[in-house]
C-alpha cells in the first residue's frame, strides 16, 4: 500500500511540472475486460487511461521498452513484455502501477496474450523450440510456442506448438483463437495476396482439433472473442485493414464493421460489454458495434521521455576512411558525420554537425580541403571543407572551418575526389554518371554515361585519377548488367573513347594506377577457384603502359640491381655534363617534363599477375616504386596484411589481424599503412608490421529524435530512386510520406520507429521491404543450452529429457544421459515449480556446468560435468542437423531406399556444397530424388541448381569394355527429381522453383510460393542498429510482360502439412514426393 501511495504522490508532481498533450502513435492498446480502461505503450512505457479520456496514467517509467500490455480478466492485473534484461521478457504489476513482477527468464523473446480463465497464470507466446516430436522445420523465430506461467512467478509449461499468435482463451477456457504464421514478409506489408498471408484458427484444447475460419487469400489477423462462438478480426479483404465479424460456426459469413479507406485498422482488443479498442492513423479509437469509432482523447505530460540529446562516445564503428597528404591526420565517418583525428588519436574534431548523412569523404593534395557527400534538401551534394585560417595546417586541431557546396543540383551527387593537381573533381550523378567538374569555370563533363552501370548500394561505383590528372580508371559493366566489371580507361576531359582495359568474362575491379601512372593494378577472379554459387578466390594483376617499365619490371633481381648501378653512374656523368654546360650559358631554360601518353597496344603482352596464389582480397596498396604489394587476404579464419615482393615472389604475413572485413590505404611516404578493420583504424608499419590502433577518445552529442526523422526522409528518397517499379507500385508515396512523418515526434526507440518504417515501406505491397532493428543490449541474458530436448508441457519437480540431440554436449561416449532421465538440478539450483530454470543456464556458454539427473524407472541417480553451447548454436546447426537427418531417415525408409533427399538450407555457397556433397554421394545411387526447399530465405544460386539437377546424359564410358556406372556430365544429376516447397519459401528460394518448373525438370510439391523473385539491398542506417529493405530489380519470366513479383507459384501437387500430424512426426508433404518420385521410377 506504501508503494502504491508513493507511485501516486510522484504522478502527481510528474503532472504538475509537465505541460499536457495530445499524443500520437500509441502501440499495443488493450481496452480493460470490465471496459473502464485503456492500457498502451507510448514512448516506450506503458500507460492506462480511462474510456472517457482525460490524463493517461504512466503504470511503467523506465529507460526500457515496456510494451504489450494484457489485462488479466478481472481487471486487476496486468502482464507485460520488457527489454529490460536485453530480450523480451513477461512482467506482471498491479493494474494501478507499482513494482513489476519477472516472470520468464528465456533468453528467447517471450509475448503476453492473455491470462487464464482464473487469471493465475499469463499465456504467453515465445520463440523456443519446437515439440521434441514434430517433424516440421526448425525455425523457432518463424513458429511461436504457447505457454503459461503462473502470475505470481515460476515454470513456464507450454500449452501448444503450432506456432500461434494474438492467442485469445474463450470464456470457458477450453478454446482458443489465433493467427497463424507460415514464413517470413513483412508483418505490416499491405494488399498483399498469397498463401503466406495470415489466417485465423480456433484450436478447442479438449479434442486438440484445429479448425480454419478465416477464407480471404489476404491479410486476416489478430482474433478476439465475442459471445459464444462469435469472434471479431482484422481484414483486408474489402481493400483497408477494418475490423470484421464472423463465427466458428459460420465463417463464410462476414459482416465489415468499421470501414476506414486509408490506414489500417491494428492493435485489435476488446472488453466484456463489446467495446473495442484499436490504432488507426496513431490515434487509440474506441468502438462498439452499431456505433461510429471514437477517438480516445487524453493527454500525457508533454516532457515524458523528450529530452533526446545525448553524449555519446565515437569509439568504433568508423565506416570509411581518409589519410592526408600530410599524413599527419585521417578523416574518418561515424554515424554519418564526418570526423578527422591525429594520425596518432590524441585529437579529434568533428568536422560536420548535423542530424542528416554526410559521408564518402576525401582530402585535398595539400591537405588543406575536404571533399564530402551530404544527403539534405531532397538530393545528394557534394560540400567542402577547408582550413580558415593560413596558420593553422592540420583539421584535428582547426579552430575554424569554412564550408561550402561544390556541386548542389536537384541531382543526387556525390562520391567526389579531387585531381592529384587540385583543379578538377570527379564525381558520380544519379549513382552511375561518372562526370568531371573544373574547380575554376565549374564547367563539368561526362566520362561515363548513363546506362552502362547499375548501382546496386550507395558507394559500389568505383573510380581513381591518374597521378597527371589527365585520366581515370573506373570500374564499368559496359551495359552488360553488373554482376561482371570491366576495368576501363577514361579521359578527364571527356574527349576520346573509353577503353576497356581488361575484356575479361571474369570480374576485374578496385583498379589503381601505379609507379607514376605507368601502369594499373587490380583485383580480379579469373585464376581463383570458384564458389558453387556466387564468388570466388581472386588475385592481384598489374598492366603496364609503358614498354620501358614494363621490360625493367621483367628483370630479376640481380639484373635490376644490375640495371640500376648502371643507371646510377650514368646519371652522375649526365650531372656532370650538365653542370660544365651551365657554366657556359648564361640562362638555362628549365627542362619540361614530357607529357606520358599511354601505350594501349598490345597491353595482354604487358600484363602479369603479382600474387602467388588466389584467396578472398580485400584492399590493396603498391609501393611507390613497385616492388612491395601490399593487401588484406583471407588465408585462414580472418584477414591478414599481407606483404608479396612482385620481383622475386617472395610473400609474407606483414600483420595478423584476423579482422572480418577492413580497407587500406598507404602513406604518402610509403612508410605505415593506415587499416580501417571491424571499424577500428590502425596504423601498421610497412618495414616491422608493428600494428597500433590508433584510439580514438572523442565524444559528440547526438540528436536521436533528429537522426530517425533524417532516416524515415532517407528510406522514403531511396525508395523513389531505387524501387524497382519506377511507377512506385501506383502508390501515392508522397503522400504516405506526409501521413506517416507526422507520428516522428511521438517516437523515442528503435522499437516504435521499426514500427514506423514497416508501415511505411509496406504501403508499397512489396516483398523484401520494412524496417527492422538489432537490438543491442550491454550483458544481455543469453540462456545457454544442454543440447537436449525436454517435454516442457507438464510442470512438477524435474525435468524429463525427450531426445539428446545429437553433437550436443551431452553426445559422447562416457555418459548416462539418455532420454527418459529426469533432470534434477543445475549447478546445484533444483528444477521446481517455484523458478524459471532457464535463470540456471543464464550466461552459462562454455562454462563448466554440473547437472544432476536420475533414472525414473531405476531411481538411480547421476551427477556429470558439461560445457553448455550457445542456445543460437543448438537451434541454428544441431536441430536443424537433426531435422535433416529425420527427413533423410523418412523418406529412405518410405521409399525402401530407392529415393534420396536433401535440403537446401539457403541460396548460398555453403548450401550448395551440402547439396552437391549429399546428390553425388550418399545418394549418387539412388533412383530418385527430393529437393527440399522448404523455408529456405533466399540468396541467388536459381541457375547453378537448376543447371545442377538438369543433366542430361550423352555419355556413357566403358573401360576395357566394361560398363560402368554414370557417364557424362559427371558432376550434374540426371534422374528423376521434384521439388518440396512450402508458403516459407523467399526471394531466391522462389525463383529456383519458378525457373525447375519453367524448364520442365519435374514437379513442384507442397504449399505455393508467393512471388517474391525481387532482388534487395537491406541498407544499414547511420544509426547501425537500424536498417530496412529496397527491392530493385525484378525478375521476368521469359516473354512475361509482368514482373514475378506479387504472381504467386502454384504447386504441381497441393500438400498442405496438418498440424496434428507434422507436430507429431508425419510429413504429408514428404510423403507426397516420396509417392511421386515412386511413379517416376517405375515409368
Known amino acids: 500500500m506504501k508503494k502504491i501511495l508513493l507511485f501516486n504522490l510522484f504522478l502527481s508532481l510528474f503532472f504538475i511540472q509537465t505541460k499536457a498533450q495530445q499524443p500520437l502513435w500509441m502501440q499495443q492498446p488493450a481496452i480493460s475486460p470490465d471496459g473502464q480502461w485503456v492500457a498502451f505503450e507510448y514512448k516506450g512505457n506503458i500507460f492506462k487511461v480511462s474510456i472517457n479520456g482525460g490524463q493517461a496514467l504512466p503504470l511503467t517509467i523506465t529507460a526500457d521498452y515496456n510494451g504489450y500490455p494484457v489485462w488479466s480478466h478481472d481487471s486487476k492485473t496486468i502482464a507485460f513484455a520488457s527489454d529490460r534484461n536485453g530480450n523480451f521478457d513477461i512482467f506482471s504489476m498491479s493494474a494501478n502501477g507499482g513494482a513489476a513482477t519477472r516472470l520468464t527468464y528465456n533468453s528467447d523473446k517471450d509475448i503476453p496474450y492473455d491470462f487464464s480463465i482464473d487469471d493465475k497464470k499469463v499465456i504467453f507466446g515465445s520463440n523456443r523450440h519446437d515439440v521434441y516430436s514434430s517433424v516440421r522445420f526448425p525455425g523457432d523465430n518463424y513458429f511461436n510456442k504457447l505457454y503459461e506461467v503462473p502470475v505470481k512467478g515460476g515454470r513456464s509449461v507450454m500449452i501448444n506448438s503450432a506456432g500461434t499468435e494474438y492467442v485469445h482463451l474463450n470464456a470457458t477456457g477450453d478454446k482458443i483463437i489465433y493467427q497463424d504464421r507460415k514464413g517470413y514478409e513483412n508483418a505490416l506489408r499491405k494488399h498483399h495476396t498469397s498463401a503466406i498471408t495470415r489466417d485465423i484458427w480456433v484450436l478447442d484444447l479438449k479434442t486438440n482439433q ?21 469472434f471479431y478480426y482484422l481484414s483486408e479483404q474489402k481493400g483497408n485493414q477494418n475490423l470484421f465479424k464472423s463465427s466458428v460456426v459460420a465463417p463464410d459469413q462476414v459482416t465489415q464493421l468499421t470501414k476506414f479507406d486509408k490506414n489500417p485498422v491494428r492493435n485489435l482488443s476488446r472488453a466484456n460489454d463489446g467495446t473495442f479498442a484499436f490504432t488507426q492513423d496513431g490515434n487509440i479509437y474506441l468502438f462498439k458495434e452499431g456505433g461510429q469509432p471514437k477517438i480516445l482523447e487524453f493527454n500525457i505530460g508533454a516532457d515524458f521521455a523528450t529530452n533526446q540529446i545525448t553524449t555519446v562516445p565515437v569509439k568504433g564503428n568508423a565506416t570509411e576512411i581518409a589519410v592526408s597528404s600530410s599524413g599527419k591526420e585521417i578523416a574518418f565517418v561515424y554515424r554519418g558525420e564526418i570526423f578527422v583525428t591525429a594520425v596518432d588519436g590524441s585529437t579529434t574534431k568533428r568536422i560536420t554537425n548535423t542530424h542528416y548523412q554526410e559521408r564518402m569523404v576525401s582530402f585535398s593534395p595539400d591537405g588543406k580541403k575536404l571533399l564530402y557527400s551530404v544527403e539534405n534538401d531532397n538530393s545528394w551534394d557534394i560540400y567542402e571543407a577547408s582550413l580558415a585560417n593560413p596558420s593553422e595546417k592540420y583539421f584535428y586541431a582547426a579552430t575554424i572551418i569554412n564550408t561550402k557546396p561544390i556541386v548542389n543540383t536537384d541531382k543526387d551527387e556525390f562520391q567526389a575526389n579531387y585531381s592529384p593537381d587540385g583543379k578538377k573533381i570527379a564525381y558520380l550523378e544519379e549513382r552511375n554518371i561518372l562526370k568531371v567538374i573544373d574547380i575554376a569555370t565549374k564547367n563539368t563533363v561526362t566520362v561515363l554515361p548513363e546506362k552502362l552501370n547499375y548501382s546496386y548500394s550507395d558507394g559500389d561505383q568505383y573510380f581513381t585519377w591518374s597521378p597527371d590528372s589527365k585520366y581515370l580508371l573506373a570500374q564499368s559493366s559496359e551495359g552488360g548488367g553488373w554482376f561482371t566489371p570491366e576495368v576501363v580507361l577514361l579521359k578527364a576531359d571527356g574527349t576520346g573513347k573509353r577503353v576497356n582495359l581488361t575484356e575479361s568474362g571474369f570480374n ?60 646510377k653512374k650514368d646519371s652522375v656523368k649526365t650531372a656532370d655534363k650538365k653542370e660544365e654546360k651551365s657554366k657556359k650559358v648564361e640562362i638555362v631554360k628549365k627542362e619540361e617534363k614530357p607529357v606520358f601518353e599511354p601505350n594501349l597496344k598490345n597491353l595482354e603482352n604487358r600484363t602479369e599477375r603479382l600474387t602467388i596464389s588466389s584467396t578472398d582480397i580485400g584492399g590493396i ?22 606483404m608479396t615482393m612482385p620481383r622475386t615472389h617472395e610473400t609474407k604475413v606483414l600483420a595478423k589481424l584476423g579482422v572480418t572485413d577492413g580497407g587500406l590505404e598507404l602513406s604518402k611516404d610509403g612508410k605505415y599503412l593506415i587499416v580501417l578493420a571491424g571499424g577500428n583504424i590502425m596504423k601498421v608499419g610497412v618495414d616491422d608490421g608493428k600494428v597500433s590502433p590508433i584510439k580514438i577518445d572523442a565524444n559528440m552529442e547526438l540528436d536521436a529524435a533528429a537522426e530517425r526523422a533524417y532516416m524515415f526522409d532517407h528510406a522514403y528518397k531511396q525508395v523513389k530512386k531505387k524501387l524497382f517499379d519506377p511507377k512506385l507500385q501506383g502508390v501515392d508515396w508522397d503522400g504516405y510520406h506526409t501521413t506517416y512523418s507526422k507520428f516522428l515526434p511521438y517516437i523515442n526507440n528503435n522499437y516504435d520507429f521499426e514500427v514506423l518504417l514497416s508501415e511505411f515501406l509496406g504501403e508499397l505491397n512489396a516483398s523484401h521491404t520494412g524496417g527492422g532493428y538489432r537490438a543491442r543490449k550491454m550483458n544481455a541474458d543469453a540462456t545457454a543450452a544442454l543440447g537436449l530436448l525436454y517435454d516442457v508441457s507438464k510442470g512438477g519437480n524435474g525435468l524429463t529429457v525427450k531426445d539428446v540431440i545429437g553433437a550436443g554436449p551431452f553426445d559422447k561416449a562416457k555418459t548416462d544421459m539418455k532420454a527418459g532421465m529426469v533432470i534434477d538440478k543445475i549447478n546445484g539450483n533444483a528444477i521446481t515449480d517455484d523458478a524459471d530454470w532457464a535463470m540456471f543456464l543464464n550466461h552459462k556458454a562454455g562454462d563448466f556446468t554440473r547437472i544432476d539427473f536420475h533414472d525414473p524407472k531405476s ?7 558439461v560445457k553448455p553451447i550457445p542456445g543460437g548454436e543448438e ?15 523418412l523418406t529412405d525408409s518410405l521409399s525402401d531406399g530407392k529415393v534420396g533427399y536433401v535440403h537446401v538450407r539457403s541460396m548460398d555457397d ?14 549418387v545411387n539412388k533412383e530418385a530424388l527430393i529437393v527440399d526447399t522448404r523455408f529456405n530465405g533466399g540468396g541467388w544460386l536459381h541457375d547453378d541448381l537448376v543447371t545442377f539437377l538438369g543433366g542430361k546424359e550423352y555419355f556413357t564410358l566403358r573401360p576395357q569394355g566394361n560398363i560402368t556406372t554414370g557417364g557424362e556430365p559427371m558432376n550434374k544429376w540426371t534422374k528423376p527429381s521434384c521439388v518440396v516447397m512450402s508458403e516459407g519459401n523467399y526471394s531466391d528460394a522462389f525463383m529456383f522453383p519458378y525457373a525447375y518448373k519453367e524448364l520442365g525438370l519435374g514437379k513442384l510439391i507442397g504449399m505455393p510460393v508467393a512471388g517474391t523473385g525481387t532482388a534487395v539491398w537491406w541498407e544499414t542506417q547511420i544509426d547501425p542498429t537500424i536498417y530496412f529493405g529496397i527491392p530493385m530489380i525484378a525478375t521476368y519470366g521469359a516473354g512475361e510482360t509482368q514482373a514475378t513479383e506479387n504472381h504467386q507459384l502454384e504447386p504441381d501437387i497441393r500438400v498442405n502439412n496438418d498440424y496434428n500430424k507434422v507436430l507429431n512426426g508425419e510429413d504429408q508433404q514428404l510423403e507426397a514426393a516420396v509417392k511421386e518420385m515412386l511413379k517416376e521410377i517405375k515409368k
Open 210 to 230: 484445429y479448425k480454419k475460419v478465416s477464407n480471404f487469400i489476404g491479410e486476416d489477423r489478430e482474433p478476439v472473442w465475442g459471445s459464444g462462438d462469435t
Open 508 to 567: 576485374d575491379y578496385y583498379p589503381q594506377f601505379g609507379m607514376d601512372g605507368k601502369m594499373m593494378y587490380w583485383i580480379t577472379d579469373k585464376d581463383g577457384m570458384k564458389n558453387l554459387s556466387r564468388g570466388s578466390q581472386s588475385d592481384i594483376y598489374a598492366m603496364f603502359f609503358d614498354q620501358d617499365v614494363w621490360d625493367k619490371y621483367q628483370l630479376s633481381k640481380e639484373d635490376f640491381d644490375l640495371q640500376k648501378d648502371i643507371e
Open 621 to 642: 596498396a603498391l609501393s611507390k616504386d613497385g616492388e612491395k604489394l601490399y593487401y588484406l587476404a583471407k588465408y585462414e579464419k580472418g584477414y591478414d596484411l599481407w
Open 859 to 865: 531411481s538411480k541417480t547421476y551427477s556429470e560435468v
Open 875 to 889: 537451434s541454428n546447426v544441431l536441430l536443424y542437423k537433426r531435422w535433416t537427418d529425420k527427413m533423410a531417415q
Open 910 to 923: 555453403p548450401s550448395f556444397r551440402v547439396t552437391f556433397d549429399k546428390v553425388l554421394g550418399k545418394n
